[in-house]
Protein backbone atom coordinates (compact mmCIF):
# COMPACT_ATOMS: atom_id res chain seq x y z
CA UNK A 1 0.00 0.00 0.00
CA UNK A 2 1.23 3.74 -0.85
CA UNK A 3 2.82 5.02 2.00
CA UNK A 4 3.33 8.62 4.13
CA UNK A 5 5.92 10.28 1.93
CA UNK A 6 5.38 9.43 -1.40
CA UNK A 7 3.94 11.24 -4.10
CA UNK A 8 0.26 10.43 -4.99
CA UNK A 9 0.31 9.02 -8.22
CA UNK A 10 -2.02 10.73 -10.67
CA UNK A 11 -4.74 9.43 -11.98
CA UNK A 12 -8.20 10.38 -14.22
CA UNK A 13 -10.76 7.83 -14.14
CA UNK A 14 -14.72 8.06 -14.65
CA UNK A 15 -17.09 8.15 -12.03
CA UNK A 16 -20.53 8.21 -10.86
CA UNK A 17 -21.28 11.98 -9.98
CA UNK A 18 -25.24 12.31 -9.28
CA UNK A 19 -27.82 9.75 -9.36
CA UNK A 20 -29.82 12.75 -11.50
CA UNK A 21 -31.28 12.04 -14.27
CA UNK A 22 -29.01 13.17 -17.04
CA UNK A 23 -25.91 14.46 -14.86
CA UNK A 24 -24.89 10.98 -13.79
CA UNK A 25 -20.97 10.46 -14.99
CA UNK A 26 -18.02 12.25 -14.93
CA UNK A 27 -14.28 12.29 -14.77
CA UNK A 28 -12.19 12.87 -12.07
CA UNK A 29 -8.84 13.83 -12.19
CA UNK A 30 -6.57 13.85 -9.79
CA UNK A 31 -5.00 17.50 -11.11
CA UNK A 32 -8.14 19.29 -10.23
CA UNK A 33 -7.47 19.09 -6.40
CA UNK A 34 -3.89 20.41 -7.08
CA UNK A 35 -3.46 22.39 -4.00
CA UNK A 36 -6.04 20.91 -1.91
CA UNK A 37 -6.14 18.22 0.66
CA UNK A 38 -7.84 14.94 -0.77
CA UNK A 39 -9.42 11.93 1.68
CA UNK A 40 -9.44 9.04 -0.97
CA UNK A 41 -11.37 6.15 0.76
CA UNK A 42 -11.51 3.15 -1.16
CA UNK A 43 -14.13 -0.08 -0.05
CA UNK A 44 -14.21 -3.79 -1.86
CA UNK A 45 -17.11 -3.71 -3.57
CA UNK A 46 -20.90 -2.32 -4.45
CA UNK A 47 -23.52 -4.26 -3.11
CA UNK A 48 -22.60 -5.03 0.19
CA UNK A 49 -23.60 -4.39 3.99
CA UNK A 50 -20.65 -3.01 5.51
CA UNK A 51 -19.56 -0.25 2.61
CA UNK A 52 -22.71 1.72 2.26
CA UNK A 53 -22.57 2.17 6.19
CA UNK A 54 -19.24 3.78 5.62
CA UNK A 55 -19.87 5.57 2.52
CA UNK A 56 -22.87 7.25 4.38
CA UNK A 57 -20.93 8.22 7.43
CA UNK A 58 -18.53 9.45 5.07
CA UNK A 59 -21.41 11.97 2.81
CA UNK A 60 -22.44 12.78 5.90
CA UNK A 61 -19.14 13.76 7.33
CA UNK A 62 -18.36 15.60 3.74
CA UNK A 63 -18.88 19.31 5.10
CA UNK A 64 -16.55 19.04 8.25
CA UNK A 65 -14.19 17.96 5.65
CA UNK A 66 -14.58 20.80 3.45
CA UNK A 67 -14.49 23.04 6.11
CA UNK A 68 -10.98 21.86 6.62
CA UNK A 69 -10.32 22.59 2.84
CA UNK A 70 -10.42 18.55 2.09
CA UNK A 71 -11.90 17.33 -0.92
CA UNK A 72 -13.76 13.68 -0.53
CA UNK A 73 -13.51 10.94 -2.93
CA UNK A 74 -14.57 7.59 -2.64
CA UNK A 75 -14.72 3.98 -5.15
CA UNK A 76 -13.99 0.71 -5.81
CA UNK A 77 -13.32 -1.58 -8.46
CA UNK A 78 -16.54 -1.83 -9.52
CA UNK A 79 -16.99 0.51 -12.57
CA UNK A 80 -19.16 3.46 -12.67
CA UNK A 81 -22.47 1.76 -13.78
CA UNK A 82 -22.55 -0.40 -11.03
CA UNK A 83 -22.00 2.54 -8.45
CA UNK A 84 -25.35 4.36 -10.03
CA UNK A 85 -27.08 1.49 -10.28
CA UNK A 86 -26.41 0.99 -6.48
CA UNK A 87 -27.44 4.12 -5.60
CA UNK A 88 -30.23 3.71 -6.96
CA UNK A 89 -31.29 1.15 -4.81
CA UNK A 90 -29.92 1.04 -1.93
CA UNK A 91 -31.53 4.56 0.26
CA UNK A 92 -28.29 5.18 2.37
CA UNK A 93 -26.67 6.02 -0.79
CA UNK A 94 -29.71 7.64 -2.95
CA UNK A 95 -28.29 11.68 -1.69
CA UNK A 96 -24.85 11.05 -1.99
CA UNK A 97 -22.81 14.65 -2.43
CA UNK A 98 -19.32 13.20 -3.53
CA UNK A 99 -18.05 10.94 -6.35
CA UNK A 100 -17.58 6.83 -6.05
CA UNK A 101 -14.82 6.31 -8.98
CA UNK A 102 -14.01 3.77 -10.94
CA UNK A 103 -10.57 2.56 -9.22
CA UNK A 104 -9.69 0.11 -12.03
CA UNK A 105 -6.79 -2.31 -11.48
CA UNK A 106 -3.79 -0.02 -12.78
CA UNK A 107 -5.33 2.73 -10.04
CA UNK A 108 -5.47 0.27 -7.57
CA UNK A 109 -2.50 -1.37 -8.35
CA UNK A 110 -0.70 2.10 -8.30
CA UNK A 111 -1.92 3.19 -5.11
CA UNK A 112 -0.63 -0.57 -3.91
CA UNK A 113 -4.86 -1.50 -2.90
CA UNK A 114 -5.71 -4.62 -4.65
CA UNK A 115 -6.93 -7.17 -2.80
CA UNK A 116 -5.85 -10.75 -3.47
CA UNK A 117 -9.13 -11.32 -3.86
CA UNK A 118 -9.40 -8.87 -6.87
CA UNK A 119 -11.26 -5.93 -4.61
CA UNK A 120 -10.13 -2.91 -3.47
CA UNK A 121 -9.11 -3.16 -0.37
CA UNK A 122 -10.93 -1.19 2.70
CA UNK A 123 -8.22 1.68 2.53
CA UNK A 124 -8.32 5.50 3.58
CA UNK A 125 -5.61 7.40 2.11
CA UNK A 126 -5.10 11.73 2.97
CA UNK A 127 -3.41 13.62 0.77
CA UNK A 128 -1.81 17.22 1.32
CA UNK A 129 -2.27 20.43 -0.69
CA UNK A 130 1.81 19.61 -1.90
CA UNK A 131 0.62 16.14 -3.58
CA UNK A 132 2.48 14.12 -0.76
CA UNK A 133 0.55 10.95 0.70
CA UNK A 134 0.40 11.78 4.67
CA UNK A 135 -1.75 9.32 6.04
CA UNK A 136 -2.61 5.87 4.58
CA UNK A 137 -4.17 2.99 6.39
CA UNK A 138 -6.38 -0.26 5.35
CA UNK A 139 -7.88 -2.94 7.32
CA UNK A 140 -9.78 -6.47 6.91
CA UNK A 141 -12.75 -6.40 4.17
CA UNK A 142 -15.23 -7.15 7.28
CA UNK A 143 -14.84 -4.30 9.57
CA UNK A 144 -15.60 -0.92 9.13
CA UNK A 145 -13.63 2.27 9.61
CA UNK A 146 -13.98 5.01 11.88
CA UNK A 147 -15.16 8.53 9.93
CA UNK A 148 -14.35 10.20 13.33
CA UNK A 149 -11.31 9.18 13.62
CA UNK A 150 -10.13 10.06 9.51
CA UNK A 151 -11.59 13.68 10.56
CA UNK A 152 -8.72 13.10 13.76
CA UNK A 153 -6.00 13.09 11.99
CA UNK A 154 -6.52 15.32 9.15
CA UNK A 155 -6.73 17.98 11.94
CA UNK A 156 -3.85 16.40 13.40
CA UNK A 157 -1.76 16.85 9.96
CA UNK A 158 -2.81 19.92 9.48
CA UNK A 159 -2.16 21.48 13.06
CA UNK A 160 1.93 21.44 11.03
CA UNK A 161 2.78 20.54 14.88
CA UNK A 162 3.19 17.01 17.24
CA UNK A 163 0.10 15.54 18.47
CA UNK A 164 -0.37 13.31 21.40
CA UNK A 165 -2.37 9.94 21.36
CA UNK A 166 -5.88 10.37 21.23
CA UNK A 167 -5.29 14.16 20.55
CA UNK A 168 -8.28 16.28 19.53
CA UNK A 169 -8.89 19.69 17.43
CA UNK A 170 -8.23 22.31 19.54
CA UNK A 171 -6.06 20.44 22.01
CA UNK A 172 -2.19 21.68 22.10
CA UNK A 173 0.62 20.44 19.94
CA UNK A 174 3.39 18.83 21.30
CA UNK A 175 6.41 20.94 22.26
CA UNK A 176 9.83 19.45 21.86
CA UNK A 177 12.45 20.68 24.22
Known sequence: ???????????????CVSAKHGEEFGTINSADYAGKWIVLYTYPKDFTFVCPTEIAEFDRQRGALEQRGAVL???????????????????????????????????????????????????????DPKGIVRYSSSQDL?????????????DALQTGGLTACNWKRGDATLNPR
Open 1 to 15: MINPGQPFPHFSTAA
Open 73 to 127: LGGSTDNEYSHLAWRKSEDLLSTLGHPLLFISPSIASSLGLLHPAGVALRATIIV
Open 142 to 154: SAGRNVDEVLRVL
